[in-house]
Every structure is written in structure tokens, then in C-alpha cells.
């Protein structure tokens, strides 16, 4: 009885234009920011920070940067994981060259790297789309990865190849290297997830969002009604590779602390940040939080589940998870090719009609 | 001089190694063009494929790792081993019950949508199978031996080395996998060209619903065409697991069957074939020439970025159909 609109009366276009426009989501949406902001930065620990809500949150901002290119922008990308290593290795750049720069400015910096980057390889998609586009966002992945691998000077000429963060601090609290506690890596994250997803939220339902959705729908139709596909599609993809680009620089510094390329930022984390979006659903906000959130939670709940309960040896469980994020991936294709966030929508319609639904 | 047989020698070899690219790059093509699925689980299949003939050559007993951990047991192996011909046809066999499988539980649910949802729904089934064949068979690298003569080439060796002075290697294994890729090729059209069937499926890849009205079965042929392609990944997989072993990075070659096919064009067959030859010739030449000036190990992303560049001039690829455009 509680989740109706009914009673709650809108007096300005302001009022009425607002992401939650009943008053029961308002509430649920401060409740977990109170949560997220108030609660989980006193209670977490070590094991939830690293298994489970830093690479949420982190992915989060991956899957909405990826949403806005591929959900929004109508443009397939598989060049996810070459981006965050643009973004891993231009805050590593920056953090070494300048190290009395406060590391919120490096990783401001290494997204809007990574949107340059981003956009340069997006200029093809003004003459290709589709599958063809997907495949040359592959060159992308593929040479950057081998870039970082084979030019000395993006890892600092280090023996191993690696690269390494040193620790820097944000008003006095450690958040990167080794003696960082994990609220800090835990607020870090937060604070720059939100941020971005209020963003995104804004950019997508303004002028912006509209031109790329036209985009998506139908380029030439687009293009005749007076949207210009060249500032929509490069717009796309350099806001795009600002978020995935930040990601990458949030995963390396904040995340795993030392990285190495091909490791870290291979093909397998452009797929991963796919699936997140298509899970999740695309060209959604909460979409690409439901995607990240399940796509991190998976791994780590059927390895307590089969390692953990039932025994089985690690590799084994390894094996059967692919299987199963394949069954998902197909299954959520055929029941609900819009992903969580439909089945969401779905849910808060049945919702507001219940108990009486004719 | 010398420079120059070198480089002959390094074109040799990429024409043999771009006909391995072709064969892969065939699947996606024939199930492309039948069905208008991009199948990214070609690549997977051929590893799935050779995984399957190696576990079935040695008698190894299917799940046996699952079997093992869940019944505390201790089983591994049949204790037969299979002939190589019994065991191609017997993996033939499974790859057709597999094309049956992947039409009836996902394709056939998926009729009617965007086309990229049937791509992500084949990246998912590249997933399960890459799982699957981990599971059945085991993970660790296989060796894969039907029989295929492997090594140098000793009368090509001294026969060069008669006109040049310089002995080329060539694997024999390559110009074997060429002569094959060949018959396969020219089956294949034949098929297409003479055959009930094929002139069906050809229906079918130019338009669903006029073949629907005259009569085609939809679901036979898409069955049909999954099977063929499971055959070619089938063929791929004996190619490549011959050379380098049965190991993950065997579906990874998938990933490389897609320069050539945006070379080539997404729907021509001898599209797929040429565009096999260049990305093969252009990355061993590229790699021989300049590879050695900024660094190496160059062949991981030069197919991809000559095919980049080669599409923004000519979208459609070499041999494909002109993208038309309608409001």
C-alpha cells in the first residue's frame, strides 16, 4: 500500500522531471546512501572490501561507462579492458611524475586520458557499425595491451614489467598502497562511484543522452533529424572511456596496488564488463550497478558454495562456474534480453498495482 | 639477397598459416550466412572439437574429474584407446548432437531478435562450452596425434636449397592442413552449389521468410549448418591441435578469424579465404620487417589494425554484399 504515487503531488516541472518520482524509491535510494555512506565505512573488513565491494564498486563504474558507449550510444565495445589499462597507466604515470598532486586529480586526469585515447579509436565508428565495429574495438585491446607490454617508459623502465602505486593519501588518509586500510579503499571508491553515476544519470536523460539514444535507434533517421553522428558518436565514446578509464585507475592504485598488463587488463575483462551490462541491462543506470553487483557476487558466492561446502578442488569449481555464467548469460538472453533492470521495472509495476492488479 | 629469401620463406609460412585462419573464419561465414548468427563460439568449438577427439582417442572417461570429486573415486580412463578414424567419426558424431542441443535450447528461443543479442548469447555459449570441455576432459594441455605427418619438409628443404642455397622450412603438418583446407573448401561448394540441401540453405541465407514460404525447413537447416560449421571446427581443431597442442589459447584463434573475416567480408566464402591469406601473409611479413624495429611479438594485434584501417575505407570488407541503407 505504501509504493503508489497516489498522494503525492508534484508542483514544478523540477518536481516532476526527478529520478525517483515516487516517494517510497526516494526514500530506499537515501536509505542506502545513508547505508553506503554512514554504516559500511565503520563495519567493513578486509575480506568484504576485496572480495566483494571495492571490485563492485569499481566494475560499477566500468559497466556505466560501457552503457553509456554500448546501452546508450549503440556502440559495441570490446576494447573495455584496453581502456582501463589506459586509465591504470596514465594515473601510474601521474602519480610517479608528480607525486605532490593529490591522487583525485591523477585519477580526474587518466579518465579524461583514457577519453581521448577512447575517442581516437572511436573515430571508425563513423564509417563502420555493428559487428564490424565490435571487431575493431578488438584492435583496440589488443594494442594497447601489447603498447603497455612493450614500451618500457609507460612502466617506468621497472625490471619486472609491473607497475607498482605508491602510497598517496586523500586528507590524510592512505588509499593506495600497502598500508591502506579498508574503509579508505572502500570510500574512495564509493565517493567517485556515485559521483559518477549521478553524472551519468544527468548526462543521459539531457540533450547528450537523447542524441545518443537517437543514435542507437537508427543512425540515419538520427542524422536527418538534425543530430550530428560525429559529436554524438565521439561524445559517446570519450565520456564513455572517461568512466572506464577512471575504473581502470581506481582498479590498479586503489584495487590490486600492483598490475600487470596483459594479466589485468586482457580481453577477458572487456567480456566481463559486457556480460555486466547485458545482466544488468542496457541502457540503464541501476542496470549497470545490478550487473557489476552480480557479476562480482557470482564467482565469489559458487566458490564459498563449492569449495567452501562442498569440497570440491578449486580448478573443478573454476570449470563449473564458466558453465554456469554461460547458462546465465543465455538464459537471461532468452527470458529477458533487457537484463536486472527490467526485471526491476518489472517488479515496481506489478508492485504499485498489488494487491488489486485488474 | 639473403633478406629477400628470408622474406619468401616468412610468405610461405603465412600463406600456410593464413589457411589455418581461413578454416576457422570459414565456420563463422557458412553459419553467418545461413542464419545470420555471428558465432563468437567457433573458436570454442574447435577446442571443444579436439578436446572431444583426444578424449575419446585415449578412452578417457567423460566428467571423470566431477565423477571423481563428487564419489570420492578414483576413475580416469576406460583403458582403451580409439582409432583415429573411429575417433574423428565419433567426435563428428558428438559435434552434430551439439549443433541439435545448441538449435533446440537456444537458437530456436531466440528467433526474431537483434542480431547482437544472438552474438552475446553465442559469447555465453562460448562460456559453457569452454567450461564443458574443461569439465569432461580435463584442463591440462593435451597432445593431439591422428596420424598427421608433422616436422620439416625434407624434399621441399633440399629442392630449395638446390635453386637458392638456402633450405626453407616448411612444416609438413602446414601443407597438409592447406591441401585439406582445400578439399574442405571445395566440398563445400559443391555442396552448396549441387546438392539438395545446399541449394536450401543458400534460400535460407538470402531470405528466412521467402525460404519459409516455399517450404525450407528453418530448424533443419540451421541444425544443418551448426553441424557443418561444428565439422570445419572440428577439422580446425585437429589442424591446430596437431601443431601447438589442445590448450585454451586454441579458441583464442576465433578471435583472430575475425580481422579476417572483416577483411574478407562477413559473407563471402572466398572472402574468408582470401582475407585468411592476407592477415596470415601480412602479420608474418609485418612481424619478419619491421617487428623487430619497435619491439616484437607484433602478431597479437596487426590483423586487427590492418583490418581497422581497411574498413574505414571499404566497410563491407573485400568480397561482401554492398551495405545498403534505408530509412
Redesign the interface.
Given at each position: 500500500m505504501l509504493y503508489r504515487e497516489a498522494g503525492d503531488f508534484k508542483t514544478s516541472y523540477r518536481e516532476d522531471g526527478q529520478t525517483f518520482p515516487i516517494r517510497l524509491d526516494r526514500w530506499g535510494y537515501y536509505a542506502i546512501l545513508v547505508v553506503a555512506f554512514g554504516i559500511i565505512p565503520f563495519v567493513i573488513n578486509d575480506y568484504w572490501a576485496s572480495a566483494v565491494l571495492v571490485p563492485f564498486l569499481i566494475y560499477a563504474i566500468a559497466a556505466l561507462g560501457l552503457n553509456i558507449l554500448t546501452g546508450y550510444g549503440g556502440q559495441v565495445s570490446l576494447g573495455t579492458g584496453g581502456f582501463m589499462a589506459v586509465g591504470a597507466y596514465a594515473v601510474y604515470k601521474l602519480m610517479t611524475a608528480f607525486p605532490d598532486v593529490s591522487i583525485v586529480i591523477h585519477i580526474l586526469l587518466a579518465g579524461g586520458i583514457t577519453a581521448f585515447v577512447g575517442m581516437l579509436f572511436g573515430l571508425p565508428s563513423l564509417r563502420i557499425k555493428g559487428f564490424y565495429l565490435a571487431v575493431a574495438t578488438l584492435a583496440a585491446q589488443f594494442f594497447l595491451v601489447w603498447l603497455f607490454n612493450k614500451v618500457p617508459w609507460f612502466y617506468n623502465y621497472s625490471a619486472s614489467g609491473q607497475i607498482n602505486a605508491p602510497e598517496r593519501t586523500v586528507l590524510g588518509w592512505a588509499v593506495t598502497g600497502p598500508a591502506t586500510s579498508a574503509s579508505a579503499k572502500y570510500m574512495i571508491c564509493l565517493c567517485f562511484a556515485f559521483v559518477l553515476a549521478w553524472v551519468a544519470r544527468n548526462l543521459t536523460r539531457g540533450t547528450l543522452g537523447r542524441k545518443w539514444m537517437a543514435i542507437r535507434d537508427m543512425d540515419i533517421a538520427a542524422e536527418i533529424i538534425g543530430v550530428n553522428p560525429l559529436t554524438a558518436k565521439l561524445s559517446a565514446f570519450a565520456i564513455s572511456s572517461f568512466f572506464v578509464g577512471i575504473a581502470g585507475a581506481l582498479l590498479f592504485s586503489v584495487y590490486l596496488g600492483a598490475a600487470e598488463v596483459g594479466e589485468a587488463f586482457g580481453i577477458n575483462k572487456s567480456f566481463l564488463v559486457l556480460f555486466m551490462i547485458i545482466i544488468g541491462g542496457l541502457g540503464s543506470i541501476f542496470g549497470s550497478f545490478a550487473g557489476a553487483a552480480f557479476m562480482v557476487l557470482l564467482p565469489v558466492m559458487l566458490k564459498n558454495l563449492l569449495v567452501g561446502t562442498m569440497g570440491w578442488p578449486t580448478d573443478l569449481a573454476a570449470h563449473i562456474e564458466l558453465m554456469i555464467v554461460g547458462t546465465l548469460i543465455v538464459f537471461f538472453l532468452i527470458v529477458e534480453p533487457h537484463g536486472l533492470a527490467r526485471l526491476w521495472a518489472l517488479t515496481k509495476e506489478k508492485l504499485r498495482l498489488w494487491p488489486f492488479p485488474h | 639477397m639473403d633478406q629477400l629469401i628470408y622474406a619468401a620463406e616468412v610468405f610461405l609460412n603465412g600463406l600456410m598459416t593464413g589457411v589455418m585462419y581461413a578454416l576457422v573464419a570459414l565456420g563463422f561465414v557458412l553459419i553467418f550466412k545461413a542464419s545470420g548468427v555471428?558465432n563468437y563460439a567457433q573458436g570454442v568449438l574447435a577446442l571443444f572439437a579436439a578436446l572431444t577427439l583426444v578424449g575419446i582417442q585415449q578412452g578417457q572417461v567423460p566428467f571423470a574429474?566431477?565423477i571423481n570429486?563428487?564419489l570420492g573415486t578414483h576413475i580416469e580412463s576406460f583403458g582403451w584407446t580409439v582409432p583415429a578414424f573411429l575417433a574423428v567419426l565419433l567426435t563428428a558424431l558428438v559435434m552434430i548432437l551439439l549443433a541439435f542441443l545448441i538449435e533446440k535450447?537456444?537458437l530456436q528461443?531466440?528467433v526474431g531478435?537483434e542480431?547482437?543479442?544472438l552474438?552475446?548469447?553465442t559469447?555465453?555459449?562460448?562460456?559453457?562450452?569452454?567450461?564443458?570441455g574443461?569439465?569432461m576432459w580435463g584442463?591440462d594441455i593435451k597432445r593431439l596425434d591422428v596420424g598427421l605427418p608433422q616436422g620439416i619438409s625434407d624434399s621441399i628443404e633440399t629442392v630449395t636449397d638446390q635453386w637458392f642455397g638456402y633450405g626453407f622450412f616448411i612444416d609438413r603438418l602446414d601443407i597438409w592442413a592447406t591441401a585439406i583446407a582445400a578439399l574442405l573448401v571445395a566440398a563445400l561448394v559443391a555442396f552448396s552449389q549441387f546438392t539438395k540441401q545446399g541449394r536450401a540453405m543458400r534460400a535460407v541465407a538470402d531470405d528466412h521468410q521467402a525460404a519459409l514460404s516455399v517450404g525450407i525447413s528453418l530448424r533443419f537447416i540451421w541444425v544443418m549448418v551448426w553441424s557443418i560449421a561444428g565439422f570445419v571446427a572440428l577439422v580446425a581443431g585437429i589442424m591446430w591441435g596437431t601443431k601447438s597442442g589442445v590448450q585454451f589459447s586454441l579458441s583464442l584463434i576465433a578471435?583472430k578469424a575475425?580481422?579476417v573475416?572483416?577483411l574478407g567480408g562477413?559473407t563471402s566464402i572466398p572472402g574468408a579465404i582470401v582475407g585468411g591469406l592476407i592477415i596470415g601473409v601480412g602479420e608474418k611479413l609485418f612481424e619478419f620487417l619491421i617487428g623487430p624495429m619497435?619491439?616484437?611479438?607484433?602478431e597479437?594485434?596487426f590483423a586487427?589494425?590492418l583490418?581497422?584501417i581497411f574498413?574505414?575505407f571499404r566497410?563491407q570488407g573485400l568480397f561482401g554484399e554492398r551495405i545498403i541503407?534505408?530509412?
Open positions: - | 555471428f574429474h566431477l570429486a563428487v535450447l537456444v528461443h531466440l531478435q542480431p547482437i543479442i552474438f552475446m548469447a559469447i555465453g555459449l562460448a562460456y559453457f562450452l569452454e567450461g564443458l574443461d569439465v584442463a578471435l575475425l580481422p573475416l572483416m562477413f619497435i619491439g616484437g611479438a607484433t597479437n594485434w586487427y589494425v583490418a581497422l574498413l574505414v566497410p541503407e534505408r530509412v
